[in-house]
């Protein structure tokens, strides 16, 4: 079982109440309804390991629902781009390639950008690793959010249920330092994690954001692109909620890619171009 948590949503001067969105778990029956379709986004940097068995979980999510995968090939030396465009029995996966390792940000951008030139007003993107430390069968929970009224559903592993046990220690201090920096400088009531790379987004948010900021929407080239989108997202005052995601990193094949220190600068970095930009004129 799994518990939607719920908090009126604070950005800076705009504040978004929860209206009358209902928990997904009083929702049941199929997630999304006439012929939506979920789009997963699954950036990928030498993941040849790890997409086959991904790919294989996502399958069986597909046989419940409509989905495509979108692996975004990061100029991969390993193989990635060929595991993908093999794929696997009923899945439909598309490819998106990058010729050489632009880091993740950009490759979260190239995903999005594919998926919203054809996908419908009703459909849902999900992005998540493609490294397999990440549930697929909890698309079905962020689907269901979605329906429920949320236009952004994290993945989150500082709410109850939520778990990074099997995380090495550092890789969890970063995280959990991370979300106490960001939750009292940016004072946003309701989201915990803002740096799970496991999220849901409404396509019609997507869309509007896109408009506003195109190619911008996605500046950040590395692992602070999660927090930066959130930001920018903002300003279309959206309603988040999160559910518990429990990562597994037994699952991981190879050794982490992050670069903690780099990371937390780009953090920090991110924090003040925030504070000094203007925000929109308007709510998109
Ligand atoms: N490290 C890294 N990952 C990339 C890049 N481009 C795409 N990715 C993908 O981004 C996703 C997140 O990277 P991970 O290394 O899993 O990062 P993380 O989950 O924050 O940290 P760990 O799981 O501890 O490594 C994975 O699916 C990567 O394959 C890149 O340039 N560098
Ligand atoms: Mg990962």
């Given at each position: 079982m799994w518990t939607a948590i719920r908090h009126p949503v604070k950005w800076g001067p705009l504040t978004v109440d929860e209206g009358d969105v209902r928990t997904a778990s009083e929702e049941g029956g199929p997630a999304l309804s006439g012929g939506k379709r979920t789009h997963v986004v699954l950036p990928a940097y030498n993941e040849a390991a790890s997409l086959p068995p991904l790919l294989s979980r996502l399958a069986e999510v597909a046989l419940t629902g409509r989905l495509t995968a979108w692996v975004?090939?990061?100029?991969?030396?390993?193989?990635t781009a060929e595991v993908a465009a093999t794929g696997v029995p009923g899945l439909e996966v598309r490819l998106v390639s990058h010729p050489v390792n632009l880091g993740l940000g950009q490759a979260v951008q190239s995903g999005l950008r594919a998926v919203l030139a054809e996908a419908g007003e009703g459909d849902v993107v999900v992005v998540m690793d493609?490294?397999?430390?990440?549930?697929?069968?909890l698309i079905r929970v962020l689907e269901r959010e979605i329906a429920a009224g949320a236009d952004v559903v994290i993945c989150s592993r500082?709410?109850?249920?939520?778990?990074?046990?099997?995380?090495p220690a550092l890789r969890r201090l970063l995280s959990r330092g991370a979300a106490v920096l960001f939750r009292r400088v940016l004072?946003?009531?309701?989201?915990?994690?803002?740096?799970?790379?496991f999220r849901a987004y409404r396509v019609s948010l997507l869309a509007r954001a896109e408009s506003h900021?195109?190619?911008?929407?996605?500046?950040?080239?590395?692992?602070?692109c999660m927090v930066e989108l959130l930001l920018k997202l903002r300003h279309c005052r959206p309603v988040v909620t999160e559910v518990p995601l429990t990562l597994r990193?037994?699952?991981?094949?190879?050794?982490?890619?992050?670069?903690i220190a780099r990371t937390v600068g780009q953090y920090l970095k991110l924090l003040v171009r925030d504070r000094l930009s203007p925000a929109p004129y308007r709510v998109l």
């Amino acid at each position: 079982m799994w518990t939607a948590i719920r908090h009126p949503v604070k950005w800076g001067p705009l504040t978004v109440d929860e209206g009358d969105v209902r928990t997904a778990s009083e929702e049941g029956g199929p997630a999304l309804s006439g012929g939506k379709r979920t789009h997963v986004v699954l950036p990928a940097y030498n993941e040849a390991a790890s997409l086959p068995p991904l790919l294989s979980r996502l399958a069986e999510v597909a046989l419940t629902g409509r989905l495509t995968a979108w692996v975004v090939d990061d100029g991969s030396s390993d193989g990635t781009a060929e595991v993908a465009a093999t794929g696997v029995p009923g899945l439909e996966v598309r490819l998106v390639s990058h010729p050489v390792n632009l880091g993740l940000g950009q490759a979260v951008q190239s995903g999005l950008r594919a998926v919203l030139a054809e996908a419908g007003e009703g459909d849902v993107v999900v992005v998540m690793d493609a490294d397999d430390t990440h549930d697929p069968t909890l698309i079905r929970v962020l689907e269901r959010e979605i329906a429920a009224g949320a236009d952004v559903v994290i993945c989150s592993r500082f709410v109850a249920g939520g778990d990074d046990a099997t995380a090495p220690a550092l890789r969890r201090l970063l995280s959990r330092g991370a979300a106490v920096l960001f939750r009292r400088v940016l004072r946003v009531d309701g989201v915990r994690d803002f740096t799970s790379g496991f999220r849901a987004y409404r396509v019609s948010l997507l869309a509007r954001a896109e408009s506003h900021w195109g190619e911008r929407l996605i500046e950040e080239r590395g692992f602070a692109c999660m927090v930066e989108l959130l930001l920018k997202l903002r300003h279309c005052r959206p309603v988040v909620t999160e559910v518990p995601l429990t990562l597994r990193y037994d699952r991981k094949q190879g050794p982490s890619k992050i670069r903690i220190a780099r990371t937390v600068g780009q953090y920090l970095k991110l924090l003040v171009r925030d504070r000094l930009s203007p925000a929109p004129y308007r709510v998109l």
